[in-house]
């Protein structure tokens, strides 16, 4: 047990204090005793003598008045209480074919639309992040529990230009390292690879893509979900459009663009992760909801002065019942 004002402790140097005064109050009472005969014994309200028994309600008081300054110094007991916790980090494709509008608005939107109802449902125990990915990618926003800017973050985001699933998975994977890793190492190492950890560092990490998975530049995203399952983050990847796709006109060209299913079933498979597919925003809102987030039971300090004063009064309380029942009177 520890405390937040242990200062507050110098204050149990009054029991001793309040012991001798009934001490010394007993030793009067037993001098008067031996002056006036049995006339001056402790007597219930029936006259039956109560012997050991006249003693219990000063220890009551005693104890409870004890329990109370204890609390005064707020005492913390460390205790394993389960709760969901870990780093999620959002990594939105904000290449030019999300600007399709298969998914209404657009795909962009619709995807930016459900996480951010994701993010307000988190509890603070979780970390979000955000990241966008076209021909490179760039971290937007650390993970941390701010929700307010997170969401910033998130409606920031608009369509650029070509698409490199690997390049966000590297910078997602990044991101989570940044928490443990000092940032420079990190961030200005010019190296593809994100840097080197034992297996299962992350086990608590989670990267969940927002892509329409047509991949055309490099790292292998393959490669780069195989060192992410090393580490032990899982990818959940979420397939943005309709296998049949769309035709995207823009600066008077015209592009088909569809989904990539299999690509990004295969990153989800490698990291024990999940692939869901989204053609609407419904069914976006819905995949969020089942995102598997990890239950940790882990030891925690928490304060139990509303304990320990419930206690330190209730042992008043019996004390002061036990008083009237056997004196007719509170001390």
Same mark, same amino acid.
């Given at each position: 047990?520890?405390?937040?004002?242990?200062?507050?402790?110098?204050?149990?140097?009054?029991?001793?204090?309040?012991?001798?005064?009934?001490?010394?109050?007993?030793?009067?009472?037993?001098?008067?005793?031996?002056?006036?005969?049995?006339?001056?014994?402790?007597? #219930?309200?029936?006259?039956?003598?109560?012997?050991?028994?006249?003693?219990?309600?000063?220890?009551?008081?005693?104890?409870?008045?004890?329990?109370?300054?204890?609390? +005064?110094?707020?005492?913390?007991?460390?205790?394993?209480?389960?709760?969901?916790?870990?780093?999620?980090? +959002?990594?939105?494709?904000?290449?030019?074919?999300?600007?399709?509008?298969?998914?209404?608005?657009?795909?962009?939107?619709?995807?930016?639309?459900?996480?951010?109802?994701?993010?307000?449902?988190?509890?603070?125990?979780?970390?979000?992040?955000?990241?966008?990915?076209?021909?490179?990618?760039?971290?937007?926003?650390?993970?941390?529990?701010? %929700?307010?800017?997170?969401?910033?973050?998130?409606?920031? +985001?608009?369509?650029?230009?070509?698409?490199?699933?690997?390049?966000?998975?590297?910078?997602?994977?990044?991101?989570?390292?940044?928490?443990?890793?000092?940032?420079?190492?990190?961030?200005?190492?010019?190296?593809?690879?994100?840097?080197?950890?034992?297996?299962?560092?992350?086990?608590? /990490?989670?990267?969940?893509?927002?892509?329409?998975?047509?991949?055309?530049?490099?790292?292998?995203?393959?490669?780069?979900?195989?060192?992410?399952?090393?580490?032990?983050?899982?990818?959940?990847?979420?397939?943005?459009?309709?296998? #049949?796709?769309?035709?995207?006109?823009?600066?008077?060209?015209?592009?088909?663009?569809? +989904?990539? /299913?299999?690509?990004? %079933?295969?990153?989800?498979?490698?990291?024990?992760?999940?692939?869901?597919?989204?053609?609407?925003?419904?069914?976006?809102?819905?995949?969020?909801?089942?995102?598997?987030?990890?239950?940790?039971?882990?030891?925690?300090?928490?304060?139990?002065?509303?304990?320990?004063?419930?206690?330190?009064?209730?042992?008043?309380?019996?004390?002061?019942?036990?008083?009237?029942?056997?004196?007719?009177?509170?001390?």
């Amino acid at each position: 047990m520890s405390f937040i004002w242990p200062v507050m402790l110098v204050s149990l140097l009054l029991l001793p204090l309040f012991a001798w005064q009934y001490l010394r109050g007993q030793r009067r009472r037993r001098q008067i005793a031996a002056s006036y005969g049995g006339f001056g014994l402790a007597q #219930a309200a029936g006259g039956a003598r109560l012997g050991a028994r006249r003693h219990v309600p000063p220890a009551l008081f005693l104890l409870g008045l004890g329990v109370l300054l204890v609390a +005064l110094a707020r005492p913390q007991a460390v205790l394993s209480l389960p709760r969901i916790e870990g780093t999620v980090i +959002l990594a939105f494709d904000v290449s030019g074919s999300m600007a399709a509008d298969d998914i209404k608005p657009t795909r962009m939107e619709a995807a930016k639309t459900a996480a951010r109802a994701f993010v307000e449902r988190q509890p603070r125990s979780v970390q979000v992040g955000v990241v966008a990915f076209s021909d490179g990618g760039l971290a937007v926003q650390p993970p941390t529990n701010d %929700q307010a800017a997170i969401v910033a973050a998130i409606n920031r +985001l608009a369509p650029q230009r070509g698409t490199s699933l690997g390049q966000g998975m590297i910078v997602a994977i990044k991101a989570i390292q940044a928490l443990s890793q000092p940032a420079e190492r990190l961030y200005t190492n010019r190296t593809p690879t994100p840097t080197a950890v034992p297996p299962g560092t992350y086990t608590s /990490a989670t990267i969940v893509m927002l892509t329409d998975g047509e991949n055309n530049q490099a790292p292998n995203p393959l490669e780069v979900a195989r060192a992410a399952a090393e580490m032990g983050i899982r990818i959940y990847t979420i397939g943005v459009g309709s296998p #049949a796709g769309t035709t995207l006109r823009a600066n008077g060209f015209s592009v088909h663009t569809q +989904l990539d /299913a299999e690509l990004l %079933q295969q990153i989800a498979q490698r990291t024990e992760g999940a692939y869901y597919n989204a053609e609407s925003q419904q069914e976006l809102q819905s995949i969020y909801d089942n995102l598997d987030l990890q239950m940790v039971i882990r030891p925690e300090p928490v304060e139990i002065t509303a304990a320990l004063a419930a206690a330190g009064i209730l042992a008043l309380l019996l004390g002061a019942v036990c008083s009237m029942l056997w004196f007719g009177r509170v001390p």
